[in-house]
């Protein structure tokens, strides 16, 4: 099954050569210029209307390569030696062959970079994008200076007024309670155990209350072992970690524990 080729479906004489060199699957390099140029006639031949806008370049490339391939068929001229009495001129022979193949190359990679930019252009026409709006009212506000517009003068002035309003201020004094010591502790708790009686109970903790301080906690708990080296007073628990029972052991009447001395 042969296939016709419209001429508009190639971009120039190049790239009609390029076809036909891909359809043949030989290197650039390799070419036959006798065939190429067969190739390239009969493909003109085949198309029934050819428009001179459009074809004029191949057609220019067709009596190119006619030219190059009788060129080929010539017997190449001797080579003649120059006297010095003639014009020293030596006209340089050009290989038509060489230069359309340093074409052929050339215009394959320009092709080559055309095609990859319009796969880029494919791809990109697949992205859609979104005109930027206006996003002023999301952007945080300028923070105010408090203290634009004012002067020296009106820093002083509020800095004064400030100094007047701390000075008129109430003082605060603050009120130390008195330690209380060992010793009045003892005197505290000779008073609440005398009245049970001998052999009355109390529970420490009701020598405690929540307005006793760290340190009168403390005095407390050294009065009662004060009392117990003075076996005034006995202490025990009915098991680990239950309330401290303190049981009176002294007298009723004032047996000289109110005066009673101790070294700390």
Not at 53 to 60: A, K, N, Q, R
Not at 217 to 223: P, S
Not at 240 to 258: A, K, M, R, T
Request: glycine share 4%; proline share 4%.
């Amino acid at each position: 099954m042969s296939v016709t080729y419209k001429l508009e479906l190639f971009e120039g004489p190049l790239d009609l050569l390029l076809h036909l060199i891909d359809q043949a699957e030989i290197a650039i390099q390799d070419i036959s210029i006798s065939e190429i140029t067969d190739q390239y006639m009969n493909y003109l031949h085949s198309m029934k209307e050819l428009e001179l806008d459009i074809t004029s370049e191949f057609l220019v490339m067709a009596a190119t390569l006619l030219a190059m391939k009788s060129q080929q068929l010539l017997p190449k001229p001797p080579v003649m030696e120059w006297d010095d009495d003639m014009m020293d001129y030596e006209e340089e022979e050009l290989d038509p062959r060489a230069e359309l193949i340093r074409k052929l190359v050339e215009y394959r990679k320009y092709k080559g970079i055309a095609e990859h930019l319009r796969e880029k252009e494919s791809e990109r026409s697949l992205l859609f994008t979104k005109e930027p709006e206006d996003l002023t009212p999301f952007m945080p506000s300028k923070p105010s200076n408090p203290v634009e517009g004012l002067h020296v003068s009106d820093l002083i002035e509020a800095f004064q007024k400030a100094l007047r309003k701390a000075s008129r201020r109430t003082m605060v004094a603050t009120i130390h309670r008195d330690e209380i010591s060992v010793k009045d502790r003892i005197r505290d708790i000779v008073t609440v155990l005398r009245p049970v009686g001998r052999g009355g109970k109390l529970l420490f903790s009701k020598l405690l209350s929540e307005q006793l301080s760290r340190h009168e906690v403390v005095v407390t708990f050294l009065a009662v072992l004060e009392l117990m080296k003075l076996k005034q007073i006995r202490c025990f628990q009915d098991r680990v970690f239950d309330e401290i029972v303190i049981q009176w052991q002294g007298d009723v009447e004032d047996d000289g524990l109110s005066d009673v001395e101790v070294d700390y």
